[in-house]
């Protein structure tokens, strides 16, 4: 068994300082554990779940933006907000998935509320290009707006498109 394997395993120990350990060494390793973290963040079960988030956050890997989109829906709010500053991590990288998540799935309330922190946080604190700054704004109005779960769709689209265009 891999060393990665062994810490994501180590990953679902009870014990929360074991948990903690292997989490930081994962990080320390980097690119190498993205696949295996995503994995855990998308399959796994509880303290397991929010270790893989907060190490896909301090990794800042491209390839886990889906996967963080995605556990902007789960149930767990501490799971919802590290996804969540994931992605803001990401920056413009993370876009696209958090656009495509919000076009597919607007009426998710959960999705709307971390897409709200993940674009407030990127626009407000200057996290962008302009180029994807102005793509960004409409999307988070929309979130804003009175009836987001209609809005956020056709806006979330138009910034895919804009994106895509880029």
Do not use: C, F
Not at 57 to 74: G, M, N, S
Not at 119 to 140: F, G, H, R, T
């Amino acid at each position: 068994m891999s060393d990665v394997a062994v810490l994501i395993e180590t990953m679902q120990d009870s014990n929360g300082l074991t948990r903690q350990k292997a989490r930081i060494q994962l990080e320390e390793l980097g690119t190498p554990a993205v696949e295996p973290l995503i994995d855990l963040l998308e399959n796994g079960h509880g303290q397991a779940v929010w270790e893989a988030a907060k190490a896909l956050k301090t990794i800042h890997d491209p390839r886990a933006a889906t996967a963080l989109v995605t556990a902007l829906e789960r149930s767990d709010p501490g799971v919802r907000w590290l996804a969540a500053e994931g992605l803001i991590a990401l920056g413009a990288q993370g876009l696209e998935p958090l656009l495509t998540g919000l076009a597919t799935n607007p009426t998710s309330g959960n999705l709307r509320e971390g897409a709200h922190h993940v674009l407030y946080d990127l626009i407000s604190k200057n996290y962008l290009l302009d180029k994807y700054q102005v793509i960004a704004e409409p999307v988070l109005a929309a979130l804003d707006g009175a009836e987001p779960a209609v809005a956020v769709q056709g806006a979330a689209y138009a910034g895919l498109n804009a994106l895509r265009a880029l």
